[in-house]
């Protein structure tokens, strides 16, 4: 293995510690370790899908090399990493085998851990071998997922539906993208299809800054499901609109381009300005407040309000797999509180006939269905305003059929990675239209 392979695996170590150890989100570690900037492009987009991949499939990699321990439990952290760096070559990433168990001996020796090559050696080996039977006798989806989340979103969504959000997990979300104009006269540049709400859709990878339009600021990348509750506000145009909770601006930018007068919310300043040159290479104007949305306040009321609380994120687990490691149901009740409050200063905000969309990247009933059942029972102030699939679909000519799955009974909508599975899928969102009667 020539030394820069070698650096980019022990970046894949480091990034590992972080995120499954020190808790840091993948993101933030990428953004952290040093050693990356120095890495060829073509090495950085391998770490992150290197790592992204053992986060990914942990359960079935540890069930794997458990089963190959002759012991009951797993080996300590540093040898279980490199086991896991190399398993997931083997086993998801098409490495041919010499290669995979040469890096997994080659980062021991390099970690200080020569005494366990014979160990690695061993297991790899074996792995190499008996990989794909033992892989192909796994429950992936059920595996890879924590027993919380699983027991959570059997309950409120049933065995079939779980399964269907489990086994999307498996895969890397496609690219998703919101365009300023007619999205049919991107497609083709783009080389994406159009999907029933307008979104255009693509493949995964590549560098998004590269592509067609990204500098004119012709469109942004944006979730097909995150793209739905600016939607939901109808005809903004000329309205005044608060996005609260903006950063970094998917929504913002959708409701400045429907014409609305926005002023966008957070209380991160780094990643306000972040909204602001996002607003400016898309060549939109909008007004921004960096405060808490628990305590800040509009001079005067407004016509709507839009507000994508924090939440778990759990509905993001496509495209940030280490959410399923790293969130946990004590954080599912803290960020519910901190929902609850947020939502009572949106319909505080608003005018007397005025809408608030709720919305959050989740899957949890706590952060969503649930949340909006107490919020019924304690203001007598709002109602629900029904979604129909309708209000979803973009273009005369959209298929309002593919819409209605997304529109719950209660006329809400709620997406999961399972809803749209020959599509590519859905990030899993909740969001419900208020509108304010006194
Ligand atoms: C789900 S993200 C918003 C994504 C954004 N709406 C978009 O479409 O691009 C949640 C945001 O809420 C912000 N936030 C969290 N708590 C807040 C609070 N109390 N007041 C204002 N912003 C808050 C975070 O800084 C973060 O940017």
Redesign the pocket.
Known sequence: MNTETLAARRVVLDLLESVLRRRVPLDDALDQHRGLPGLEPRDRAFVRLLTATVIRRLGQIDAVVLSLLARPDLPKAGVLDILRVSAAQLLFLGTPAHAAVDTGVELAVAKGLAGMKGLINAVLRRLAREGADLLAAQDAGRLNTPDWLWLAWRQHYGTGHTRAIVDAHLVEAPLDITVKGDPHAWAERLEATVLPTGTLRRAAGGSVTELPGFNEGAWWV?DAA?ALPARLLGDVAGLTVI??????????AQLAAAGAKVTA????AP?LDR?SRNMERLGLSVATAV????K?QPDEPVDAV?L????S?TGTIRRHPDVARLKTPEDVGRLSG?QRR?LDRAIDMVKPGGLVVYC??SLQPEEGEEQLSKLLSRRLDVMVEPIIPVDLAYGAEADVEALAPLVTDSGDVRTTPGHWAELGGLDGFFMTRLRRTA
């Open positions: 944006q995150a996005d609260l909770c903006a950063a970094p601006g998917g929504k913002t919310v957070d209380r991160s990643r909204l405060a808490d949305a628990t800040w839009l994508d609380a924090p939440c994120a901190v947020l959050t990247c």
